[in-house]
């Protein structure tokens, strides 16, 4: 017998669901690699795309209220992290376009929001900049590390690349320590979450393929967006924190000013967690802009 009840089954053991209407937990992108899905409600979809080195599980916060208020979710947990396989190989952002085209597919989603989250939100502006926004008519970016999440000769804003290759060295030496020097920064302050948010959070990402941590690191330090935001035409909230110590709130001004239909939400009493800082704003915000 598998004791490894998933979240769709313990909808439907909780919610009485007829056993029909249970939907899948695990989508192959490819031969050998299955990604983890969270998939609840009816409605209008929302698609979620966790930040490095989260998984879909970030977004715990949001799903019940988003279906109670009438929403599909669908949570895509990005290969390597999470409960999604952990195969070695490419990190890039293109393949994490490709396999969440193929989920989209097969879960014929269509006029859906898409969410990302820090990385998840590079990776969302990659997908509907390479897609021209298909299965997708709204974008939100949270904290998104984009259009750079390092400073160029051209672009001044963000982190220093020599501060992004300690962190490698870091991931590659003592990723646990890695882990709790982020956490550190994660939020306003290093109390604005309790402990038990916290221990939850550093349990998530040391769930994370060691490999993939890395490899995205990587991803993050050299990948430029600038291009892709130009592809960009349909509806776009840029959500950031005022307080944001790993995406400065300068990056969304930049993005605002790129993306041609797009607005920015600050949220004052934030850092890079504001989905769970401001969770009650967040949530509204988000409900709002789904809803119009």
Known sequence: MNFNLNYNYMEQFINNIPPEEVRAEYFEVEPNVCLHITDGGQGRPIVFIHGWPLSDEIFEYQYN?????????????????????????????????????????????????????????????????????????????????????????????????SAVDELIELSKSDRPKLISDFAKIFSATEKSLNDGINHWLYEMCLNASPYATTQSLYALRNTDLRDDLKNISIPTMIMHGKKDKICSFSLAKLLKAAIVDSEIVAFENSGHSLILEETTKFNAELIKFSTI
């Open 65 to 161: 209220n988003l279906i109670n208020a009438g929403f599909r979710v669908v949570g895509i947990t990005l290969r390597g992290f999470g409960k999604s396989d952990k195969p070695f190989g490419s990190y890039d952002y293109d393949v994490h376009t490709l396999d969440i085209d193929k989920v989209l597919i097969q879960l014929e989603i269509n006029n859906a929001v898409l969410v990302g989250f820090s990385m998840g939100a590079a990776i969302a502006i990659r997908y509907v900049s390479a897609y021209y926004g298909a299965h997708i008519s709204k974008l939100v970016l949270v904290g998104a590390a984009a259009p750079i999440w390092t400073q160029r000769p051209d672009f001044p804003y963000n982190l220093q690349v």
